[in-house]
């Protein structure tokens, strides 16, 4: 079977609006509070100064080497949470190529060259009817199933039907109204609930690209909604509900406007690149690519939810074969000073588009991600 590619939308050349402020740090010099006549208190300064230096080093190695193990106690203290959140870290994943019926020996050779299991496997499915022998349609296919015996799925599930026509495609209004309960909704529930073990679960990831073809940003919430709704209904209790948005802060009034409700969300998630030539902007580097959609997403849509950076990834330089490399070589580094994101994706695909080649380029870009998420933080228990 032909591999159908996720829905990959046009995107907007990103901007440096909305950019994080600046933070003082924590090295800075503060402004004086007058010259000290005690020795004294001169001394106590010096203390306090002696003191500072020594935790600011302590904090410093453990940032450097991931979270202290004496800190979090014993193993199964870092055991996930109901919501399959990792205490003690974060999880790695990945989309990786493959066609329906492959998934399993693409998992296990994209594993084999980065080092280690996946984490979290990802994967895309439209809402094409999920009876017959069509299988984009199919949430937990069989390939699935064998992947999910000792990985995490994310299920991406769009309203779209791939390579169908214009009158097949369906709408948030349709969704909202329980028009596909019956033919999808229902059938999708059921085989999820089959399934029985929980999975991360997207309806329409990159939403905030969607309109106005699919609907309005309230009638995306409706739909979203509703799924969720009826999934409660049919007894389906096994979904960790994923809201993936593209974090493009030039979307922030549709991204602020389709947020369906903390009560209906479990993670969130933003796909933010380092795009380079396929989108005509300057290199960016891992953390200009992820800090100022983190930074508003914690403002003015949740500041306690996990996060999820469900995909990031960057396009290769030719003029410097070694940038991808070093670009992976911040991953860890930075992603531990990104508050509350727990699950880091590694898109190693393709984007529409001429120098929209996001996979992994050379031995060196491999090389540099193997020793990246071989980093403790992101080694944990997955049960």
């Known amino acids: 079977?032909?591999?159908?590619?996720?829905?990959?939308?046009?995107?907007r050349k990103p901007t440096t609006t909305g950019q994080h402020r600046r933070r003082p740090q924590p090295h800075e010099e503060q402004p004086s509070a007058g010259p000290f006549t005690s020795s004294r208190r001169r001394l106590l300064i010096t203390s306090a100064t002696i003191v500072s230096a020594?935790?600011?080093?302590?904090?410093?190695?453990r940032n450097a080497s991931g979270p202290d193990p004496?800190?979090?106690?014993?193993?199964?203290d870092c055991r996930p949470t109901a919501i399959l959140e990792p205490p003690c870290g974060a999880w790695f994943g990945a989309f990786v190529p493959h066609e329906r019926d492959d998934l399993p020996e693409k998992v296990r050779a994209y594993e084999k060259r980065v080092g280690r299991e996946l984490d979290i496997v990802y994967t895309y499915h439209?809402?094409?009817?999920?009876?017959?022998t069509r299988r984009e349609g199919q949430l937990l296919t069989p390939e699935e199933q064998r992947v999910g015996e000792d990985h995490l799925l994310l299920l991406s599930w769009e309203s779209k039907w791939w390579g169908g026509t214009k009158k097949q495609q369906p709408t948030w209004e349709q969704i909202a109204s329980g028009e596909l309960d019956e033919t999808v909704i229902d059938v999708q529930a059921g085989r999820i609930k089959d399934y029985g073990k929980k999975v991360f679960l997207s309806f329409d990831l990159e939403m905030d690209?969607?309109?106005?073809?699919?609907?309005?940003p309230a009638e995306y919430v409706k739909a979203y909604r509703h799924i969720h709704d009826r999934f409660r209904e049919l007894g389906v209790?096994?979904?960790?509900?994923?809201?993936?948005t593209t974090g493009y802060l030039d979307h922030a009034d549709d991204m602020k406007?389709?947020?369906?409700?903390?009560?209906?969300?479990?993670?969130?998630?933003?796909?933010?690149?380092?795009?380079?030539?396929?989108h005509k902007t300057g290199w960016l580097s891992f953390a200009q690519t992820q800090h100022a959609a983190h930074d508003w997403i914690r403002k003015n849509i949740s500041d306690d939810k996990p996060l999820m950076l469900s995909e990031f990834g960057t396009a290769a330089d030719s003029a410097r074969p070694q940038r991808q490399a070093e670009w992976y070589a911040q991953v860890p580094g930075v992603l531990k000073?990104?508050?509350?994101?727990?699950a880091a994706l590694q898109w190693n695909y393709r984007d529409p588009g001429p120098h929209c080649n996001l996979a992994l380029a050379n031995d060196a870009a491999w090389d540099s991600l193997r020793e990246a998420v071989a980093d403790p933080y992101f080694n944990q228990p997955l049960k």
């Open 1 to 11: 079977m032909r591999f159908n590619r996720p829905h990959r939308p046009f995107r």
């Open 54 to 61: 020594v935790l600011v080093g302590v904090l410093a190695l």
């Open 70 to 76: 004496g800190a979090a106690g014993s193993k199964a």
């Open 126 to 132: 439209d809402m094409s009817l999920p009876k017959g």
């Open 209 to 216: 690209t969607r309109t106005p073809d699919n609907g309005t």
């Open 237 to 244: 209790d096994n979904v960790v509900w994923t809201w993936i």
């Open 257 to 278: 406007a389709m947020y369906p409700g903390d009560e209906y969300v479990d993670w969130i998630g933003y796909n933010q690149y380092n795009y380079y030539r396929c």
């Open 337 to 342: 000073g990104l508050e509350g994101v727990k």
